[in-house]
Every structure is written in C-alpha cells, then in structure tokens.
C-alpha cells in the first residue's frame, strides 16, 4: 500500500504528542479525533505512527463463534494478523465491549515480529501484563482474560469502523503516545504532521522560558517580540 504520508513528516509525527495533534486538528474543524478510554499497556514502546488497517467486530452469536473457527486460515481475525502491512497499526473495533478479549499476546507478538507500528483496541487485551513488557505500542481499554469468541464475531478487514467514538477510516494516520491514539484524517496527514512539529518546537521554548520563570502573557500566545525571540531559539532546535 502506498502512504500519504512523507517519510520525513512520519518522523516529524513521532516528536508530536496527541495534545498538539488534537488542536492542529481542532484548528482544521475535527473535534472527534482522540480516541475515547483507550490507553497504553507499558511504557517501554516507542511512539507509535502509522496507517490504519482495521478489523471489525459484532456481537458473537453462539453457533458462529466456537474454538474450531481458528482452525480456518479465512478466519478475519487470524486474517487480519497476518495481512496487516508492516508500518501500520493495527486498529480493532470491539464496540467498546472489554467483556472478552479482542486479542492475546500470541496475536500481538505475530504483529510486532511482523514489522506492524502498532495494535489498537477500544475493548481489552488478555495477556496483557506479557503486552505491556513488550517494546511494541499496544493501547487498550483495560485487561480482559476471557476469549475473543465469547463477545465478539470477527466480520470484515479493513472497512470504516469507529473505535472508541472516533471513525477511522483505512489508511488514515494513526498517533499514538502516553495519552491515548489520535487519528488524523489521509488527505491532512502531511499537513497536520508539519503545523504540528513547528507548534511542538514553540511549545518547547515556551516550557523553557515559563520553567525559566516568565509568564504566560504574552509568551502563550505570543506577541510580537516573544515570535522574535523564539526565531532565533529556533535555530538551534532540532
């Protein structure tokens, strides 16, 4: 699959926290971008960037969802792990229903070995504590041991679902850091990516100059000298 997005703004992405992502986004009119009671499983994962590829899940039905479905290679699920592009994160739709587990650490394991930037669930991961050791983005919204079968029928890949309260589409770009997942729309990817590394670089002088002792007025938002002084603070900022 080809990217939008430009090798150099996926790196610039990776310096950006979601805080920035959702007001360069806000600015653009997207309200509905941070997805809701999702969070990361550990701290040793790097930030994660990427281009979402999706699984939908319904409620299971009992005659459909029984332990020889994993036997079939079809199977969405199973399917999914392994036809997830390597640069791309993962994004489950389990209707917010963490009763049952959307994945375990088996899943998730294949996902990262695969070269994937990431998995997201707004349900629940089971193995979550061998997750969360992992050096691999996993956001979820809390632990969930029982199996996937027992609340969830996998439906389709790689269609428009919504996760948490956010609709994502494939192929948009996927955010996620310490917070929680943003999701940036394709066609604004190149262009949020850049307004929102330049506005992390202010940031920065500004956390600078107000641990320095200055105030906010006039520093956040700026005013005139503030911009000339932070033209020249910039220089140096990588």
Not at 58 to 77: C, K, T, W
Not at 115 to 122: H, N, P, R, S, Y
Request: proline letters at 7%.
């Amino acid at each position: 699959m080809t990217s939008v997005l430009t090798p150099e703004n996926r790196e610039k992405l990776k310096r950006v926290s979601s805080a920035t992502l959702t007001t360069a986004l806000f600015k653009c009119g997207f309200r509905n971008v941070f997805i809701q009671d999702v969070r990361p499983l550990g701290t040793a994962a790097p930030r994660m960037v990427g281009e979402a590829y999706t699984l939908r899940y319904i409620p299971a039905r009992e005659d459909l969802d029984h332990l020889g479905v994993f036997a079939d290679i079809e199977h969405p699920q199973r399917k999914a792990v392994e036809a997830c592009p390597p640069g791309h994160v993962m994004v489950i739709d389990s209707r917010k229903d963490a009763r049952a587990a959307s994945a375990g650490g088996i899943l998730v394991s294949r996902l990262m070995q695969r070269g994937v930037a990431g998995v997201v669930t707004d349900g629940g991961f089971r193995d979550s504590p061998d997750i969360a050791q992992m050096p691999f983005p996993a956001f979820h919204s809390r632990p969930s041991a029982p199996t996937n079968l027992i609340r969830h029928h996998a439906a389709d890949i790689n269609v428009p679902i919504g996760c948490g309260d956010v609709p994502v589409f494939p192929g948009d770009i996927v955010v996620g850091d310490g917070e929680g997942v943003c999701v940036i729309p394709a066609h604004l990817a190149n262009e949020i990516a850049e307004e929102a590394y330049e506005q992390t670089a202010y940031e920065d002088f500004v956390e600078e100059r107000v641990r320095a002792g200055e105030t906010i007025f006039g520093l956040y938002p700026a005013n005139a000298e503030t911009k000339a002084k932070f033209a020249v603070w910039r220089t140096g900022w990588a």
